[in-house]
């Protein structure tokens, strides 16, 4: 709703967008306390937001100038309601969050302001849940998020998704952004396993809008849609029945969903046209391989090396280079693995990261030196981030003494 | 360039509200294309069917427009064209015209003071 109303009022008056919203949820409250909720809620609050909007550009529109290239029409009664109607079209609101996707990835704006700012105005999360998600303080994020606000309203005009050249130039930030904001779900550092979910969930339904766009269907977007499909997957196994975090290699596949891992087989498929080969395709065909092994002995290790040896190749990163020596260990064994981990270049970026310590303990633990794997495991239980890491951790220092 | 109004008369009063629904779309539409084109001086608005008129040094007040329907300026608009001709030729686009209405074109005077 924010998204066209800001198509209405121009990106400098994205506070007056929100208000608008504010105000059509203020009198669909009143008037539901009154009569009940109607059969339909969000219809009556589209056609409330309409009315709100008319309002606002009726009072406002000697005060202020509106969206530049719609200017002259919001002006005048002769086109401004039959206008506020068209641009509350179903198609017309699904290419408005589409621009505003695009806007909030402003090359300006910090990858973190970017995500924060798509949860916010796109997704309709509150601070309080972008702060949890990030862990991070409500003041934290209320800063971040009004600094971007202001950067964009600085902007003067919404991004335009019919430019072809800009919105090609502009996609891989959007799909960086996306991206981060499905990790941010899957692996991230939130107490809160619920708000994760829904991360994962919102990042999926952005990049199937991407997909619908005609100049958004790239083989890196078939890619990362396949890419969050394939990991999505895997994420009602990931906890347990007793609500302990599961490692991939504990995981119950039976919970695996199968819908999931046709759906973003499918969209593999798809992504496989052109010459462009990105990290997303990479990591979709690793996460592809682990969706179709029945079991973990299964795997097919060695292909998993070699797609982290691409990966290294194009996108290297230490996080990369530590999965790459896990999968090593799982082709080769522990003693392999450790070596692989000990050649990682810039090794001391890890160092924060308890899953490094966690994996050095595991490789330990598999070769039979418990005391050296325990002091692993206890300085990654250090680290830990949350209730369900520090769990996992625990139980592993445990299993190192029993 | 030089500046003309557009006086809208005649509008057709009794619609259903799908008729009025794509009338106001043929408006939006003709809007666009002229603001496009950068015709549109002041878009002016369209104007209700009633009003008074006041008349003479006695300012007498009396219920308004008095004229028939077809004559009623239902609305204006201020637009920039190169000659009245071209100004003509813009008008010819206005849905007012497919509903039995008329435009009339005038420019207007500039006064050198």
Redesign the interface.
């Known amino acids: 709703m924010v998204a066209a109303l800001t198509r209405v009022f121009g990106v400098h008056n994205l506070a007056l967008a929100e208000d608008v919203v504010q105000e059509a949820f203020c009198r669909a409250l009143e008037v539901w306390r009154v009569r009940g909720a109607p059969q339909n809620p969000s219809a009556w609050l589209m056609a409330t937001a309409k009315n709100c909007a008319l309002d606002a550009l009726r009072r406002e529109r000697t005060a202020r100038t509106f969206a530049p290239e719609l200017g002259?029409?919001l002006?005048?009664?002769?086109?401004v309601?039959?206008?506020v109607?068209?641009l509350f079209g179903t198609n017309a609101i699904k290419d408005d969050q589409l621009r505003m996707m695009f806007s909030c990835c402003h090359p300006r704006l910090s990858e973190e302001a970017q995500v924060a700012l798509i949860l916010h105005i796109l997704c309709g999360f509150s601070v309080d849940e972008i702060a949890s998600a990030f862990v991070s303080s409500h003041a934290a994020i209320e800063k971040r998020i009004a600094r971007a606000k202001k950067a964009l309203e600085k902007s003067k005009r919404l991004f335009d998704v019919a430019i072809a050249a800009e919105f090609t130039a502009r996609l891989p930030a959007v799909h960086r952004a996306l991206y981060l904001l499905f990790n941010e779900g899957y692996h991230g550092a939130s107490p809160e396993a619920a708000v994760r979910v829904e991360l994962c969930r919102e990042a999926m339904r952005l990049t199937a809008m991407l997909l619908e766009h005609p100049l958004g269907t790239t083989s890196a977007t078939y890619a990362l849609a396949a890419l969050m499909c394939l990991n999505a997957s895997r994420l009602p196994a990931r906890v347990d029945a007793a609500g302990n975090l599961s490692s991939l290699f504990d995981q119950d596949r039976s919970q695996w969903d199968q819908e999931l891992v046709s759906e973003g087989l499918k969209l593999l498929e798809l992504s496989a046209t052109g010459s462009e080969l990105t990290g997303y395709h990479i990591e979709a065909a690793i996460a592809s391989i682990h969706a179709c092994a029945l079991r973990t002995e299964g795997t097919d290790w060695e292909t998993i090396v070699s797609l982290y040896d691409t990966l290294m190749a194009i996108r290297p990163s230490p996080i990369v280079a530590l999965n790459r020596a896990i999968a090593v260990a799982q082709n080769e064994g522990p003693e392999r693995g450790l070596e692989e981990i000990r050649s990682i270049t810039e090794r001391d970026r890890l160092a924060a990261y308890p899953f490094y310590s966690a994996a050095l303990g595991e490789l330990e633990f598999r070769r039979g030196r418990r005391e050296t794997a325990r002091e692993h495991f206890r300085a990654a239980l250090a680290l830990a981030r949350n209730p369900m890491e520090r769990r996992f951790l625990d139980q592993r220092v445990s299993a190192c003494e029993g | 360039m030089s500046e003309f109004t557009f006086l809208f008369r005649g509008r057709k009063t009794s619609w259903s509200p799908e008729e009025l629904?794509k009338h106001?779309?043929t408006?939006?539409a003709w809007?666009?294309e002229l603001?496009a084109k950068g015709h549109?001086k002041d878009?002016?608005?369209?104007l209700e069917n009633v009003g008074k008129v006041v008349q003479g040094k006695q300012k007498v007040v009396n219920d308004g427009p008095y004229a028939e329907a077809k004559d009623i300026v239902g609305?204006y608009?201020l637009i920039e064209a190169d000659d009245l001709v071209h100004a003509v030729e813009i008008s010819k686009g206005c849905p007012i015209l497919e509903v039995g209405g008329s435009v009339e074109v005038r420019p207007v005077q500039k006064l050198n003071m």
Do not use: C, D
């Not at chain 1, 002006?75 to 086109?79: A, K, M, N, R």
């Not at chain 2, 878009?43 to 369209?46: A, F, L, N, Q, R």
């Open positions: 002259r029409l002006q005048t009664e002769w086109t309601a039959p206008l109607e068209e | 629904q106001y779309e408006w939006v809007f666009k603001n549109i878009p002016g608005h369209p609305g608009m």
